[in-house]
């Protein structure tokens, strides 16, 4: 009953002691290493070296290290068992903190607060518009998706929700499918992207979808957040986007190329704000205790939780 | 039936608009012009001249035309009449739409993600707490108060609340008194501060108090965001508190002097967020179209509501 780590990228000591720990009953081994094939029931992968992960005839599922699947998914010699993603109760509070957070900074203008505040301005006659009157625009109802809109909702927002099938999200006005998109987009003064990555979504964020949102809206344009995956994005369209004034600005954890180069233009577009793909990082010993104890329930004979639709691609 | 309007500061003329076009069947005054000080029933006043408000016999009530009543009780010729304060639910939203901004702007270290992004630094490491490691303190319970630890409660952030007198604010954890504020401070790493500035609380955010907030919290140090009143903060405090460490950061929308002076070292100071005092400014409409609302409810016999307790300053 081993379990392989398959990771690149990082290191991957601590994940073999984490799981060593949390299932001391198994050997733990990793791609560096020599091991019986035969002997590995589950792997945990993190950007495996594609077809690392082939002729592994007892595998039984592979478990993604990150609440994305696309890593797994570009492989096309992984194997045949359930493909397993991380819900962590963290994960999604940590995702729902950027949003509201990037949401409420554009809301109450902060960054024209940080110039005036350079310039020792005192601008009393400020007076934003209220949460209420900005219409946010939730692209993705998974866990995550959900869980932002109830949030931004608390806070007073105007808040609809799309995805590519119908979903109810509580409260929140759902659209779906490509009609659904046009009418979400219409209405929608910050559209926050939460999609997984597929082969339908990449490049979803482009000209043409920036140029259908909301016009006349109370913040003085369109403003993108972009917490998914940079591959949604198309940056170039962003920065044109942002120079002919489609989008007013963005907020972008995720880009196509990461780390961001540093000759990427984004960096210091004055109307662009940068993290470094941390929106929603996870504890690694809340993902590797979620893992064991999917383990253990598998092995008890209850059916594993959180399984990738493989068609769809999340 | 006359109402006075009483502004200092301010531009009257709006205001005289708002309330003909609420009340047409009154007849509306300004300090500036004649008129028979015992036609006067109502006054609405904002930093009214102190004792331009005496001598008004037939005075029913007088409505503060922002949520703090502080500048009225600096008037020591002040009527008799009931003192009536703003309760405005946008100004509610707005309030908590600020607090919870800056509680995540500390929390997901907003300020350093705008160092690096300036810098070109891409810090994949930086992985913040999450919310729920993180103890905000709301001293004051009142209306904005409560809205607030609700909301904070929503993003996961571990919330107490602290008030002079014992009060509910739902699932949230209270303290009272002198005895429950040294406890509650040993509790908190983000302070905000929404009291009433009364002479009990007028400087009760200084180095005594910063120094009894925790130690040791997952933020680095003990944070002060001040949304309530300039008086309630001594700024040589806060500056000679971040100077030693026993603040990390402070965020202040409200000056001992206000606008604050191009003179002030608070403006530059690398672990100081200033705004504008707008933190919650409602807006004019609203704010008018509740005092209407009060006078009418008030001719039909109902109790006024919201009367400030005068012994109390609040």
Redesign the interface.
């Known amino acids: 009953m081993n379990l392989l780590i398959a990771v690149s990228g990082w290191d991957v000591t601590p994940w073999v002691e984490r799981f060593a720990a949390l299932l001391p009953d198994r050997k733990v081994v990793t791609l560096g290493e020599p091991f019986d094939r035969r002997d590995v029931h589950y792997a945990v992968s993190w950007k495996h070296p594609p077809g690392s992960l082939a002729g592994l005839p007892n595998l039984a599922a592979v478990f993604s290290l990150g609440a994305g699947v696309d890593h797994l998914m570009g492989d096309d010699r992984l194997p045949e068992a359930p493909i397993v993603r991380v819900v962590d109760p ?1 994960l999604t ?2 995702m ?3 949003v ?2 990037h949401c ?2 554009h ?2 203008r ?1 960054r024209r ?2 110039a ?2 350079r310039d ?1 301005v ?3 006659a ?3 518009p ?3 009157e900005v219409r946010v625009g939730v692209m993705g109802l998974g866990v995550l998706g959900r869980d932002a809109t109830r ?1 931004l909702n ?3 927002f105007d808040v609809a929700g799309w995805s590519r099938s119908p979903k109810n999200a509580g409260d929140i006005t759902t659209y779906s499918g490509d009609a659904g998109l046009v009418e979400f987009l219409a209405r929608t003064d910050i559209l926050v992207c939460l999609l997984p990555l597929t082969a339908e979504t990449r490049g979803i964020l482009n000209k043409e979808l920036f140029a259908r949102l909301a016009q006349g809206g109370r913040l003085g344009g369109p403003i993108l957040v972009n917490a998914g995956r940079g591959g949604l994005q198309v940056e170039a369209d962003i920065l044109a986007s942002l120079g002919d004034g489609t989008l007013k600005a963005a907020t972008l954890d995720v880009f196509e190329t ?3 180069p ?1 000759s990427s233009p984004l ?2 577009h004055p109307a662009v ?6 929106a929603a ?1 996870s ?1 690694a010993d809340a993902i590797s205790a979620y893992i064991a104890g999917q383990i253990r329930r598998f092995e008890a004979g209850e059916p594993l939780a959180n399984v990738v639709q493989r068609d769809l691609g999340y």
């Open positions: 963290d509070d940590r729902s903190e950027y509201v957070l409420l900074m809301l109450r902060q607060h940080d005036q505040q020792k005192w601008d009393a400020a007076h934003p209220a949460a209420r949030k608390v806070m007073g990461e780390p961001l540093p960096w210091s704000t940068v993290t470094p793909h941390n990082t504890e």
